[in-house]
């Protein structure tokens, strides 16, 4: 083969969108990084198992495998899933410039910004593979977890509600002087409706059961109707009725919103702004979190190939220390930012995405010096 067909194909791979060297950059990310994962939630498994064994030996073994188990473990790894990111980055990068790899892939003529090209390609893999997993397949699976971990080892599901005063739909305001979720009972239930500001019907029951969606049963009734000066009373015993709220509307348990898949999550957040509800800045963070995720798996990337890709004295063991460190200082800041949101002292995606920001320009600033 001639020089002129060599440099040709030589100038053909480097220019390509995807060649044989990315596509083996990107086997060894992915492969990392599933490696990983599986290491350490082999690790968490078994602190699980420990902490909780007596829970375990109490439930049905099928219902801790295929309830909990089952949907515990790609829950945890979705979670965790920026520092799966790190660790494979710091990971493999650090052994690449260990054997001179990436001194060999420079010294070819390929630019820093290039070699990058591969890492990002990996990076929006896992990033989407994160925000489907986190949107739609892992919400529905929660359920079941969280049903599992309320029955045998900590309920924590609230099933009573007093004192709840809500509006239902645009001149309308409910109250419950208590509900109870066991029975879907309520008790002294009264409807007012307001039309320019007047009450135009009230309606009062003695107790009220829910059924479906927005089906109500309301007992021992009684309804106000209001026109002009004249008052207009039925009563009854019992009446089938519609009324646009249901009790997760008013009881709100730990860990609510992680069963919500992320259109479920906006309808929610909207409807409940709408009625006046304040207390759903947990749902608005875990909204917010599943798209800062999926950017934090860009900037991670980024980071940890700017700070493994040149040898440094103490070699991959340096690098990796650092790289935990900064990983779970991330998910640290993270924690710190959503307690700011939940006690009103900043928004929910502004808390969210702080850790992003600041992240992005240590970033920015590695990526520059690492290209030099």
């Known amino acids: ?24 950059i990107i086997r060894k990310f992915l ?51 920026p520092l799966f990111t790190f660790i494979a980055v710091i990971f493999f990068t650090s052994k690449l410039a260990d054997n001179s790899e990436i001194i060999a892939m420079l010294s070819s003529g390929m630019s820093f910004r ?23 397949i892992i919400p529905p699976a929660n359920v079941k977890r969280i049903d599992y971990t ?17 509006q239902v739909a645009p001149g309308q305001i409910a109250y419950m002087s208590r509900y109870d979720n066991t029975t879907k009972t309520g008790y002294r239930f009264s409807l007012e409706e307001f039309k ?9 029951a003695l107790s009220i059961k829910w059924d479906t969606l927005y089906q109500w049963q309301v007992r021992d009734y009684m309804i106000r109707d209001f026109k002009g000066d004249r008052e207009f ?7 089938d009725t ?20 992320s259109p479920q999550l906006q309808e929610y957040i909207s409807r409940q702004k709408e009625r006046g509800v304040a207390n759903i800045k947990a749902f608005e963070i875990e909204y917010e979190k599943r798209y800062a995720m999926c950017a934090a798996a860009f900037i991670l990337t980024i980071i940890g190939m700017s700070l493994s890709s040149k040898k440094v004295k103490g070699g991959m063991g340096m690098n990796i220390g650092l790289g935990l460190v900064l990983s779970f200082s991330y998910i640290l ?38 290209a030099r």
């Open 1 to 24: 083969m001639n020089k002129e067909k060599l440099a040709a194909m030589t100038s053909f791979w480097r220019k390509a969108p995807v060649n044989i060297l990315d596509m083996y």
């Open 31 to 81: 492969g990392t990084y599933m490696f990983a994962i599986m290491l350490i939630l082999a690790i968490t498994v078994m602190f699980d198992i420990n902490e909780k064994l007596e829970s375990f030996l109490q439930a049905p073994l099928k219902a801790t495998v295929f309830d909990y188990f089952l949907n515990f473990l790609p829950y945890f790894a979705n979670q965790f899933s």
């Open 114 to 136: 290039r070699l990058l090209r591969p890492y990002m390609i990996s990076a929006a893999i896992i990033a989407a593979g994160t925000f489907v997993l986190g949107a739609y």
């Open 150 to 166: 309320n029955t045998y080892v900590r309920n924590r599901r609230v099933d009573y509600g007093d004192n709840i005063m809500m």
């Open 196 to 204: 320019d500001k007047k009450l135009v019907s009230r309606l009062t």
């Open 233 to 239: 009373i039925t009563k009854g015993n019992s009446l």
């Open 242 to 261: 519609v009324i646009p709220f249901e009790p997760r509307d008013f009881l709100i348990s730990r860990n609510d919103q992680e069963t919500l898949t």
């Open 333 to 370: 800041f993270m924690t710190v930012t959503s307690s700011f949101a939940i006690s009103g002292l900043t928004s929910p995606m502004i808390a969210m995405w702080i850790p992003n920001v600041l992240y992005t320009i240590i970033a920015i600033i590695l990526y520059f010096k690492a």
